[in-house]
């Protein structure tokens, strides 16, 4: 079992740029498909961007932040990271990551059916 414990989120002017982080404990987790989901306030949680894990790695991201937010992982340090540039302000939202070392297929990943979840960082955009 993985816990997750996601940081960096806080104010952020709109335009601007943070990167969250999302700390996991586990010897496994260089296998584990991992990703980011966001739920803004009255609103169902959403796929944010991925790294699904197949043997090798393959990234993924929702339309709407596609060329603006990046997705990464450091296996050394057991940690994922969402760089998120130009920044909105209907992008604030609790943002969350999830893991699951057996979920390979795009369609659960978007649809947010993997088993480990952290509580969530808010992330405030102003403008």
């Known amino acids: 079992q993985v816990q997750l414990v996601e940081s960096g989120g806080g104010l952020e002017q709109a335009g601007g740029s943070l990167r969250l982080s999302c700390a996991a404990s586990?010897?496994?987790?260089?296998?584990?498909?991992m990703g980011w989901f966001r739920q803004a306030p009255g609103k169902e949680r959403e796929f944010v961007a991925a790294?699904?894990?197949?043997?090798?790695?393959?990234?993924l991201y929702a339309d709407s932040v596609k060329g603006r937010f990046t997705i990464s992982r450091d296996n050394a340090k057991n940690t994922l990271y969402l760089k998120m540039n130009s920044l909105k302000p209907e992008e604030t939202a609790v943002y969350y990551c999830?893991?699951?070392?057996?979920?390979?297929?795009?369609?659960?990943?978007?649809?947010?059916?993997?088993?480990?979840w952290g509580k969530g960082t808010l992330v405030t955009v102003f403008s």
């Open positions: 790294i699904i894990w197949s043997g090798g790695t393959s990234t």
């Open positions: 586990g010897r496994t987790f260089s296998v584990y498909t």
């Open positions: 999830a893991g699951d070392p057996r979920v390979r297929s795009v369609t659960t990943v978007v649809n947010g059916g993997m088993n480990y």
